[in-house]
T-cell receptor
Framework: DSGVTQTPKHLITATGQRVTLRCSPR?????VYWYQQSLDQGLQFLIQ???????AKGNILERFSAQQFPDLHSELNLSSLELGDSALYFC?????????????FGPGTRLLVL | AQSVAQPEDQVNVAEGNPLTVKCTYS??????LFWYVQYPNRGLQFLLK??????LVKGSYGFEAEFNKSQTSFHLKKPSALVSDSALYFC??????????????FGTGTRLKVLA
């Protein structure tokens, strides 16, 4: 158990809908990362927050957004969902925002868009 | 931009034999390299990382990795494979963003199958 929690574990929804994925980092970790893992694209970095502020952006679509709250939990919002958004979404946390920090991954949320 | 390549989609090895999972990298500057393992229906677990120093890095579950600067490689190794090592393995490199912060680039993953 990494100490990072993600809810829900599974999510089934329809095209055009909007969903919110939630992540709670390990106790004391200030940095949260979001990743998308799909069969055809592998593991893609989406976005990183550090202590409430956006720090880095990867291959995140404009339909997707994220935020980190004062209690350090983070939410990833996916809107106008398409079939291709079906994937595993992982959250990871680390203590700081330095690149040498080890990231600890949550168990993921499996999203299925029908 | 930095990148990593895992040239093998799958590696099969007999239990008890040594295993190697390959990773090559392309960086400008000093590379920061990582290995993660993903078991079915689980998140990624950190195995080891190379930042600087000794080229042989020891990690969790008996794994180690050898950093080779001349060959730009960071292969994951284990002297004696276990069936329970069967999983998906990812190599990753730290990349700098245009804003001066960091992000991680992951390889496409190598599926390791250890046969009893």
């Amino acid at each position: 158990d990494s100490g990072v929690t993600q809810t829900p574990k599974h999510l089934i929804t329809a095209t055009g809908q909007r969903v919110t994925l939630r992540c709670s980092p390990r106790s004391g970790d200030l940095s949260v990362y979001w990743y998308q893992q799909s069969l055809d694209q592998g593991l893609q970095f989406l976005i990183q927050y550090y202590n409430g502020e956006e720090r880095a952006k990867g291959n995140i679509l404009e339909r997707f957004s994220a935020q980190q709250f004062p209690d350090l939990h983070s939410e990833l919002n996916l809107s106008s969902l398409e079939l291709g958004d079906s994937a595993l979404y992982f959250c990871a946390s680390s203590a700081r925002d330095r690149g040498t920090e080890t990231q600890y991954f949550g168990p993921g949320t499996r999203l299925l868009v029908l | 931009a930095q990148s990593v390549a895992q040239p093998e989609d799958q590696v099969n090895v007999a239990e008890g034999n040594p295993l190697t999972v390959k990773c090559t990298y392309s960086v400008s500057g000093n590379p920061y390299l990582f290995w993660y393992v993903q078991y079915p229906n689980r998140g990624l677990q950190f195995l080891l990382k190379y930042i600087t120093g000794d080229n042989l890095v020891k990690g969790s579950y008996g794994f180690e990795a050898e950093f080779n600067k001349s060959q730009t490689s960071f292969h994951l190794k284990k002297p004696s494979a276990l069936v329970s090592d069967s999983a998906l393995y990812f190599c990753a490199v730290r990349d700098f963003t245009t804003s001066g912060t960091y992000k991680y680039i992951f390889g496409t993953g190598t599926r390791l199958k250890v046969l009893a």
